[in-house]
């Protein structure tokens, strides 16, 4: 099992305010269209919790992505 961090790009459903937000801070969000993407260095665990709490908001859960490569290093310019 690789617990090393990686980045990851995670979409959701809407908007999200900042008081949501505020439950992500190791996360990057912008807006995109009609979704929010979260974009972030994470390892297993944090991925895990990132997770959890997205399911204990009832936020729409559109896309988890691992960038690797040029994707994880240009990730700012995926929007």
């Known amino acids: 099992m690789d617990l090393a961090p990686a980045h990851y790009k995670i979409r959701i459903k809407g908007h999200l305010g900042p008081t ?10 912008r807006r995109r269209g009609a979704q929010t ?8 665990p944090a ?3 990132v997770l959890a ?3 204990a908001l009832g ?12 994707s994880a290093r240009d990730h700012r310019h995926d929007y």
Do not use: K, N, W
Not at 20 to 29: C, G, H, I, Y
Not at 37 to 44: H, I, N
């Open 47 to 49: 991925l895990y919790g």
């Open 37 to 44: 993407v979260l974009t972030g260095l994470l390892d297993q």
């Open 20 to 29: 949501v937000l505020s439950a992500f801070p190791a996360m990057e969000a």
């Open 53 to 55: 709490e997205i399911e």
């Open 59 to 70: 936020l729409d859960l559109l896309e988890v992505r691992q960038l690797t490569g040029e």
